[in-house]
C-alpha cells in the first residue's frame, strides 16, 4: 500500500507552497499585508505560550498502567477496586513546586505527585507531593506561601529572607520544613521518590460506612536523595536531570513502579486521635495505622508530544470516583476550588476535553459553550436540566453518602491544646527517624539557606526560627546558631 503523501497545509487545511519566502513587491521587498501565510505562522508562534502553571510550571510526565493488587472493597465501593487483577490506565506529572517552567529539576523544593486515574466511573485525580506533610494548614495562607517562594517583588530575586520570615511567623510549617531541608528536599529524580496524598480523604462502601484514608505511593526503585552539594551540582550541569532520568528509564524499558498502600483510621479511632486527623501538617503512626497495600502504579510510555499531554495536564482533588470522598481538612477544601480554577485560566472552560484530561467513560451533562469545545457541543440537545427531551438521568447509584457538617460534628472532633502543637512531631523526625548523618546534612542544610537572610530584620527573623526550632529539638537549634555564628537566646 503506497503511503500517503504528507503536502505541507495551512491550518484550514489549504496546501500550500511558500513556507520560507515572505511575498514581497520584488525581490528585495518590502512585505506585502496580504501574505496571509505569513500572518498565521507569526500569529500562531505568538501564541504557543499558554500561561505558565502559578506553582508546579517545571515537570515531566508518563501514562501507565495501575493494577489492584489486595481487596480493599471492604472499605471502598469504587469499581475499580472490586477485583484484585483490575487494572486502568493512569498519567502522572511530576513537578518541582516554586520555581519557574526553566528552573532545575535538582532544587531544594518538595515535587508534585500528581496521578490520574481513567477508570470506568470516571477520572480519579489524586493530587499530592513527595512530602507527607504540608507548610500550612488552611488555604487561605497558600498565595502568601506561595509568594515567599517566588521573587521579591523589589528585586525580582528568589529571598532567603522572605521564606525565613514567613516560616518563622507560621509555625505549623515546621514539620515540612524538617523534611524539605533534609536530603529528603533533594530526591534523587522522579523514579527514587515516594508519593503522597497528603490530605486525609474518606472511603466509603456499598452500606456507606465510611472511614477516613491517606494515600502513600512507594518506589519499587529505592528511596534515593542527593546531597545538597550534589544537588547543586547538577542545576548548573544538567538542570533536566529528573526529566532525562524518567524519561531514558522508560525507553531502555526499565518501567518504574510504585506501590500503592493506605492508611485507614475509623470514625472511632479519628475521635480519640491525639491530633486533629484532617491537619494536614501532621502524619499518622504507621504502627497505630499500619500501611495497607492495594495496588502497583507502573510507568511505561512517555508522551509523543509533551505540550499536548504534559503541559495541559489538568489534574483537581474535585476529581473522585464512587467510594472515595473529601474529609474536612481545611487545605484540601480550598484545593477542591482553587485547582479547577487555575486549569479553567490557563486551559479554558472546556480543559477536560483535551485528550490527556478525558475520561475514557462517555461524558453526557448540559454543560456548553466556552472557549475550545471541540466535542460537538451537546448538538441539538437541550442545555437544561431535567428537560423532557433527553435520556440523561441522575443515577441514583451514585449518590454520595452524606458527611455531618454541622455543629455536632465539630463537637465530633472538638479543638484541643494539639492543634497547635507544631514541634512534636517534627522533633520525633529529627530524633528518632533521621539518622546522625541525615541530622547533619539536615543542620547543614538549615544553616546555609538562613545565612541568606538579609536586611534589617535579619537577627529578629532569625532568632524567631531558632526559637521554633529549640521547641523540636534543642540540638537543632544549637547546632544552627553555631553555624551561623549567632547569639541565639533560648
Known amino acids: 500500500m503506497k503511503e500517503e503523501k504528507k503536502r ?9 507552497f511558500e513556507n520560507e519566502d515572505s511575498m514581497t513587491v520584488g525581490p528585495r521587498g518590502p512585505v506585502l499585508l496580504q501574505d496571509h501565510y505569513l500572518q498565521e505562522k507569526l500569529a500562531h508562534f505568538n501564541r504557543e505560550r499558554i500561561p505558565e502553571r502559578v506553582v508546579h510550571a517545571k515537570g515531566t510526565g ?23 487483577g483490575n487494572e486502568c490506565r493512569l498519567f502522572i506529572r511530576f513537578s518541582t ?7 532545575a529539576d535538582t532544587e531544594r523544593d518538595p515535587r508534585g505527585f500528581a496521578v490520574k486515574f481513567y477508570t470506568e466511573e470516571g477520572n480519579w485525580d489524586l493530587v499530592g507531593n513527595n512530602t507527607p506533610v504540608f507548610f500550612i494548614k488552611d488555604a487561605k495562607k497558600f498565595p502568601d506561601f506561595i509568594h515567599t517562594q517566588k521573587r521579591d517583588p523589589h528585586t525580582n530575586l528568589k529571598s532567603a529572607t522572605m521564606m525565613w520570615d514567613f516560616w518563622s511567623l507560621n509555625p505549623e510549617s515546621m514539620h515540612q520544613i524538617m523534611t524539605l531541608f533534609s536530603d529528603r528536599g533533594t530526591p534523587d529524580g522522579y523514579r527514587h521518590m515516594n508519593g503522597y496524598g497528603s490530605h486525609t480523604y474518606s472511603m466509603y462502601n456499598d452500606k456507606n460506612d465510611r472511614v477516613w484514608v491517606k494515600f502513600h505511593f512507594k518506589t519499587q526503585q529505592g528511596n534515593k536523595t542527593l546531597s545538597g552539594a550534589r544537588a547543586d551540582e547538577l542545576k548548573g550541569s544538567d538542570p533536566d536531570y529528573s526529566q532525562r532520568d524518567l524519561v531514558d528509564a522508560i525507553k531502555r524499558k526499565d518501567f518504574p513502579r510504585w506501590t500503592l498502600n493506605i492508611q485507614v483510621m475509623t470514625e472511632a479511632q479519628a475521635k480519640s486521635f ?4 484532617f491537619d494536614i501538617t501532621k502524619v499518622w503512626s504507621h504502627a497505630e495505622y499500619p500501611l495497607i497495600e492495594v495496588g502497583v502504579m507502573e510507568l511505561n510510555e512517555i508522551p509523543r508530544n509533551y505540550f499536548a499531554d504534559v503541559e495541559q495536564a489538568a489534574f483537581a482533588p474535585s476529581n473522585f470516583v464512587r467510594g472515595i470522598g473529601l474529609s474536612p481538612d481545611k487545605m484540601l477544601q480550598g484545593r477542591i476550588f482553587a485547582y479547577p480554577d487555575a486549569h479553567r485560566y490557563r486551559l479554558g472552560a472546556n480543559y477536560e476535553q483535551i485528550p490527556v484530561n478525558r475520561p475514557i467513560n462517555p461524558v453526557y451533562n448540559h454543560e456548553r459553550d466556552g472557549y475550545m469545545s471541540v466535542n460537538g457541543n451537546g448538538g441539538d440537545a437541550p442545555n437544561y436540566f431535567p428537560n423532557s427531551f433527553d435520556a440523561i438521568e441522575a443515577d441514583p447509584h451514585y449518590k454520595q453518602p ?7 460534628y465539630a463537637d465530633t472532633y472538638p479543638r484541643n491544646e494539639n492543634d497547635d502543637d507544631h514541634y512534636t512531631q517534627p522533633g520525633l523526625l529529627f530524633r528518632k527517624v533521621m539518622t546522625d548523618s541525615e541530622r547533619k546534612a539536615t ?23 531558632l526559637s521554633h526550632f529549640y521547641k523540636a529539638d534543642k540540638e537543632l537549634a544549637t547546632e544552627v546558631a553555631k553555624i551561623l555564628k549567632f547569639n541565639f537566646k533560648a
Request: aromatic share 10%; hydrophobic share 35%; net charge positive.
Open 8 to 16: 505541507l497545509t495551512t491550518a484550514s487545511g489549504r496546501p500550500y
Open 62 to 84: 508518563a501514562y501507565g498502567k495501575f493494577t489492584v493488587t489486595k481487596d480493599i472493597s471492604k472499605y471502598s465501593s469504587a469499581a475499580l477496586f472490586s477485583k484484585v
Open 97 to 103: 513546586v516554586g520555581g519557574e517552567k526553566g528552573s
Open 274 to 277: 491525639k491530633w486533629n486527623p
Open 402 to 408: 452524606g458527611m455531618p457538617l454541622d455543629m455536632a
Open 443 to 465: 543542620i547543614s542544610n538549615f544553616a546555609g539557606s538562613m545565612a541568606g537572610i538579609a536586611g534589617p530584620k535579619r537577627d529578629e527573623i532569625i532568632q524567631r526560627q
